[in-house]
């Protein structure tokens, strides 16, 4: 089963407020993202550009000069108008945003791990916490004991689905792990029977015909036909109508990584400004449940992020105070579950800093594949998106 799922803020209508280019911000860069991840015919793909674009946005706060201005363009914070002075107070207004009463859950936290007795700017810190809302600690993180640490704050924010982020020992001179965790849980508006669960084929890439477990329901959903991408797109909402599960599905069997290499936001846009939202459908949904991990150093330094990988380049002393810092490594999981009653997604990332050598060498060396987001239509947030190519 290929699946990919994304979990990012779509372009909100209006660019005027501060915390709608922070959406839009997030949803170009999830959408780029989307592109950037390699993904094989035989494997799923599943992520929140949400929770990478939010941990990347910590980092950022704290990044000066040029890795500053290379992750203000990777982080899509310039197309959107969004100043570098901008940035901490329009996530401040944005957390609040998401957090807006809703039918579905969504829980959304931040957190930094220092190494204790490393020196921090206090404006630093004041940033993480009424920007992000952040808990901030200190740790003594080239133990153990600092790995099972953040990984139960990870579980305990995601209930439980996501068990363990970071699977080995930190590298020796950690001296930061900035965390975001991200949870969502929505039940249908109209949720299928599990009497009309029946087996039925779906195509793995396209090609491989499976039997899978097929749901079934008539509903009222959005919907629309697109000639021009070759598509037919289901916008299908959680109890509440806050959320919604928008899958885009290509007219070919074979079609969808086309659909992908294709697909951007204001393409997105596009295809959610053609639906008819109370149209009658008949929709035949798979279940199922899938995860992803990542280390992300690779296509985010490919979006244009490499000086803050990079021991020559990388400046964050907004942190420190001085350019001693550097990203080790950018640590994701996500995983996402949709059956008869509704979905459940959770996702988290760690941004790993450790202090630079002291001298640095040179380097030597649907019944077919689809796609489908979930997203809050009031904010136009992109919560969650994936690719289901292999059942």
């Known amino acids: 089963m290929k699946i990919i799922i994304c979990l990012a803020g779509l372009l909100a209508l209006c ?52 890795t500053q201005r290379d992750l203000h363009e990777t982080l899509g914070y310039s197309s959107v108008g969004l ?45 993480l916490r009424q920007s992000f809302e ?30 363990v982020l970071l699977s080995e020992p930190l590298p020796p001179d950690t001296r930061l ?43 009222s959903a959005g919907y629309a036909e697109d000639d021009e991408a070759n598509v037919d797109v289901l916008d299908l909402p959680y109890a509440g109508l806050d959320y919604s599960l928008t899958i885009i599905l290509p007219r070919e069997r074979t079609g969808v ?54 021991e020559r380049h990388a400046d964050f002393s907004g942190i420190s105070g001085a350019r001693d810092l550097v990203i080790y490594d950018v640590v994701h999981k996500a995983v996402v579950e949709v059956n008869e009653e509704g979905s459940e997604a959770a996702a988290a990332t760690a941004v790993i800093f450790y202090t630079k050598s002291a001298a640095v060498g040179i380097p030597f060396v649907v019944d077919h594949p689809f796609l489908f987001f979930i997203r809050n239509r009031h904010t136009g947030d992109v919560l969650f998106a994936g690719q289901v190519n292999h059942l």
Request: charge should be neutral; charged fraction near 20%.
């Open 15 to 66: 660019y005027g407020q501060e915390e709608h280019k922070v959406t839009a911000a997030n949803n170009q860069f999830g959408f780029r993202l989307l592109n950037a991840i390699p993904v094989s015919p035989q494997t799923n793909l599943f992520y929140s550009p949400y929770s990478v674009s939010t941990a990347m946005a910590m980092a950022y706060v704290g990044a000066r000069g040029e």
């Open 83 to 127: 100043t570098p002075d901008h940035v901490p107070s329009a996530h401040a207004q944005h957390t609040h945003l998401l957090r807006a009463p809703s039918n579905s859950t969504l829980r959304v936290g931040n957190a930094a791990v220092f190494q204790e007795n490393y020196a921090v700017a206090p404006e630093y810190v004041e940033l």
């Open 134 to 163: 952040a808990e901030v600690s200190t740790a003594s993180l080239n133990d153990d004991h600092s790995v099972r640490v953040i990984n139960d704050w990870v579980k305990n924010k995601t209930e439980q689905k996501i068990e």
């Open 177 to 219: 792990v900035l965390l975001n965790a991200i949870y969502f849980k929505g039940l249908w508006n109209v949720p299928f029977e599990p009497r009309g669960t029946l087996k039925k084929p779906f195509f793995n890439a396209g090609t491989e015909r499976v039997e899978v477990d097929m749901m079934f329901a008539q509903v």
């Open 257 to 310: 990584d086309a659909l992908r290499q294709n697909l951007s936001w204001p393409v997105f846009q596009r295809l959610l400004s053609k639906l008819n939202m109370n149209a009658p459908v008949e929709v035949s949904l798979p279940k199922f449940k899938i995860e992803g991990s990542y280390k992300l150093k690779a296509p985010l330094s490919a979006l244009g992020a490499s000086k803050a990988f990079d």
